[in-house]
C-alpha cells in the first residue's frame, strides 16, 4: 500500500525534509514509496544504506552473500563489532532497523547470477551499485540496460572514487565505457589493493545524494557525466560521458541480447576511462 497520509512521528522524523520546497509532503511521500536496491553492502553499499534509511527511503533490497569479517569494519559503517560473523543482510538490517523503522529491508543473502539477476532486480526503481567485482558489475548494467532501470554507480580504488548516474535511453551504460572486462588477473586483486577508510563514505554519500534526486526528480543527475573525486589532491573532477552507438548492449545494434557471467576477479579496469570526451 503506498504511503499516502504521515503519522505525527513521521511529521517530527521528516520535518526538515518536509519544509523544504525541494521535498515537502510530495517528496517524502515518493521517497516512502520509492523501492531501492543495494548491491552489496559494503564500503559504498553502508553509507549509502544509512542515508537512504535515514532520510526514509520506503523500501531498501540490500543483496550481499557475505558475512562481516573484522577486515571490513575500517570502512564498512553500517556493521558493527559484535556483527562479526553475522551475514552483512542481517547485520545491515538490524542497524536500520535501529535508524527508522518506517524503512522495509529485502534481503537476499545470495550471490547475483544470471540465474536470478532478473527475479531479483524487478520491482527496484533505482539500483545503487556499490559492488567491489566486474562480473557483479557488468550483470547489473546489462540487466539494468535489458530492463531500462537507473544504475547509481560507485567505484573506489585507494585514494581515487568515481561516480555517475547510468539511465537507459538518457545517456551511456558502464559498456560504452568499457565494453568488456579486462583478463582476470590483469587488475588488482580488491585485498591487494586496499582503501583509504574514509574514501567509500564519500563516494557512498554522493550515490545516496543522486538517488534521492532520482527519486524526488529535482535536480541535474550525473547522466553522462562522470565525477571524480582524488581524496589525495582534495579536488572532484569531472568528465563528459556519451552513449556509444556501437555499445555490445546499449548501442544501436546490440550483440548481447542475454546475461553472462564472467569470472570473479576485482579492481577498477583502469585509471582513465576509455571512450569518454
Ligand atoms: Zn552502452
Do not use: W
Request: proline residues 8%; contains cysteine.
Amino acid at each position: 500500500m503506498p504511503v499516502q497520509t504521515f503519522t505525527e512521528e513521521q511529521v517530527r522524523r521528516y520535518h526538515r525534509h518536509l519544509i523544504m520546497p525541494q521535498v515537502g509532503a510530495r517528496g517524502q511521500k515518493k521517497l516512502l514509496n520509492a523501492r531501492v536496491l543495494l548491491i552489496g553492502a559494503g564500503g559504498l553499499g553502508s553509507p549509502a544504506a544509512l542515508y537512504l534509511a535515514a532520510a526514509g527511503v520506503g523500501t531498501l533490497g540490500i543483496i550481499d552473500f557475505d558475512t562481516v569479517d573484522l577486515s571490513n569494519l575500517q570502512r564498512q559503517i553500517i556493521h558493527r563489532t559484535d556483527a562479526v560473523g553475522m551475514l552483512k543482510v542481517d547485520s545491515a538490517a538490524e542497524t536500520i532497523r535501529g535508524i527508522n523503522p518506517d524503512v522495509n529491508v529485502v534481503k537476499y543473502p545470495v550471490a547475483l547470477t544470471s540465474e536470478n539477476a532478473f527475479e531479483i532486480l524487478d520491482g527496484y526503481d533505482i539500483i545503487v551499485d556499490g559492488t567491489d567485482n566486474f562480473p557483479v558489475r557488468y550483470l547489473v548494467n546489462d540487466a539494468s540496460v535489458m530492463t531500462g532501470k537507473t544504475v547509481v554507480h560507485g567505484s573506489i580504488f585507494q585514494f581515487d572514487g568515481q561516480v555517475t548516474v547510468f539511465k537507459p535511453g538518457a545517456g551511456p551504460c558502464y559498456r560504452c565505457l568499457f565494453p568488456a572486462p579486462p583478463p582476470p588477473g590483469a587488475v588488482p586483486n580488491c585485498a591487494e589493493a586496499g582503501v583509504l577508510g574514509v574514501l567509500p563514505g564519500i563516494v557512498g554519500c554522493i550515490q545516496a545524494v543522486e538517488t534521492m534526486k532520482l527519486i524526488l526528480g529535482e535536480g541535474e543527475p550525473l547522466i553522462g557525466r562522470l565525477l571524480i573525486f582524488d581524496a589525495l589532491a582534495m579536488e572532484f573532477s569531472e568528465v563528459k560521458l556519451r552513449r556509444d552507438p556501437n555499445c555490445p548492449v546499449c548501442g544501436d545494434h546490440p550483440t548481447i541480447h542475454e546475461l553472462i557471467d564472467y569470472e570473479q576477479f576485482c579492481g577498477l579496469p583502469s585509471r582513465e576511462p576509455v571512450g569518454t570526451h
